[in-house]
């Protein structure tokens, strides 16, 4: 996977070609709170870290357009930026980065 910015847009899983898939989605409590559940390429569920980001360690609470990181167990990571779009579709940021200082947030 290369540094480049990379956007898949949809509903329901949304595949990140070299990662895994994301399925971002809402619930109508409070005028509805975000939250997703994210599998990696090996079937197993990523771990997130980011200010916006709580739950875990299946389905994460995060805040739209707000960046946070996808891990698998081997600290492969992908920043991710998670955009409404119409429709109730989904845009999804997403390019490599780094896991801080190798911790396994969220496990």
């Keep these: ?24 989605r809402r619930d109508n409590v409070s005028g509805g709170r975000h939250y997703f559940t994210a599998k990696t390429d090996n ?12 739950g875990g360690p299946e389905t994460w609470h995060y805040e739209l357009d707000m960046p946070f990181l996808l891990a698998d ?18 845009a999804v940021k997403y390019r490599p980065a780094d896991w801080p200082g190798g911790e396994t947030g969220g496990w």
């Design 1 to 24: 996977m290369d540094d480049e910015l990379q956007v898949a847009e949809g509903a329901g899983w949304i595949p990140m070609p070299d990662f895994g898939q994301i399925n971002p």
């Design 43 to 54: 079937g197993e569920y990523a771990r997130a870290v980011g200010d916006s980001i709580s």
């Design 73 to 90: 167990s081997a600290l492969r990571c992908v920043e991710v930026t998670i955009s409404l779009l119409v429709g109730g579709r989904y």
